[in-house]
């Protein structure tokens, strides 16, 4: 019986089962579907059910908005200095930095340069959620400012893409001063008559929307994407009131004056075309 049972078993495999590759499936966290990654990626990382505009870095940002192989990188070795000598949690501020860098693949959280969008020159700003959630650092501030004023002498549009958590807490009052000195970039830039088109992504929040995120002559935003200053629960903490439904949304925004109008990702390239002619009439 014993090898007769045995023999019954012959015809079925018993090889281990294959692993699903890693990686292959994501969840959404506005529908809550199970995704495949690849489908996600191929409709500009926004959900195929419900819309949902993901976070990206700026490599694939700038793959999205920029023509192909026109951006011209500036200064993209730049990198922070640690002015504190900044510790948390066992972990220091430079470590971070280079924990962050291999992440992202940037140096920094915010990537310039020129490029063409649609055939119209541009000057390109865009900052990177994936390095130390694109907070505003002596870096960022300087990079910044330099686009406003590549923009300026050249007389090319300036565009902006913001996706920051703030200001860069390891930097200190160097941070906070970023704010000061972007803002004035964004000022000459007017003066001189320039065009800024402020592109507000999931988040924008912190100093970077208490600075140059704000000050666009047209302030666009993606569907969903958070905007504000202080989180939500801080602002509740704080004021001791229920907050509104959407509160810092785009769309609340939107109702409320914040922001211009809000711009699907698959219609970003048109619409700063359509902006950039407009302006430039």
């Given amino acids: 019986m014993g090898k007769e049972a045995k023999s019954n078993w012959d015809g079925f495999s018993l090889k281990p089962r294959r692993e699903m590759p890693e990686g292959l499936w994501m969840g959404c966290p506005g529908c809550k579907h199970m995704l495949y990654r690849s489908s996600v990626e191929k409709n500009l990382s926004v959900c195929p059910e ?49 924990d962050d860098e291999k992440k992202s693949g940037s140096k920094e959280a915010i990537r310039i340069g020129k490029a063409f969008i649609k055939g119209r020159g541009v000057v390109l700003a865009v900052m990177d959620p994936n390095f130390l959630m694109g907070s505003m650092g002596s870096v960022v501030g300087e990079k910044f400012s330099i686009a406003a004023e590549m923009a300026v002498e050249e007389k090319l549009p ?56 704000m000050l666009g002559d047209c302030t666009i935003a993606e569907p969903g ?51 950039i002619d407009y302006c430039h009439k």
């Fill in 50 to 98: 419900c819309d949902y505009h993901f976070r990206i870095g700026a490599d694939v940002r700038i793959k999205h908005l920029a023509d192909e192989d026109s951006f011209a990188e500036t200064l993209g070795d730049l990198t922070s200095s640690d002015p504190l000598g900044f510790k948390f949690r066992g972990t220091t501020y430079k470590q971070r930095l280079r």
């Fill in 158 to 213: 300036f565009v902006a893409i913001c996706c920051s958590g703030g200001a860069r807490m390891h930097e200190g009052v160097v941070s906070l001063g970023q704010m000061a000195k972007t803002s004035a970039a964004i000022a000459r830039l007017d003066e001189s008559g320039g065009l800024f088109i402020s592109v507000l992504t999931d988040p924008t929040t912190g100093g970077v929307t208490a600075s140059f995120a």
């Fill in 225 to 275: 994407a958070m905007i504000g200053f202080a989180g939500r629960r801080t602002i509740a903490e704080t004021i001791k009131i229920d907050l509104p439904e959407g509160f810092q949304t785009a769309e609340f925004m939107l109702e409320h004056g914040f922001v211009d109008m809000i711009v699907h990702r698959k219609d970003l390239r048109n619409e700063i075309a359509r902006l």
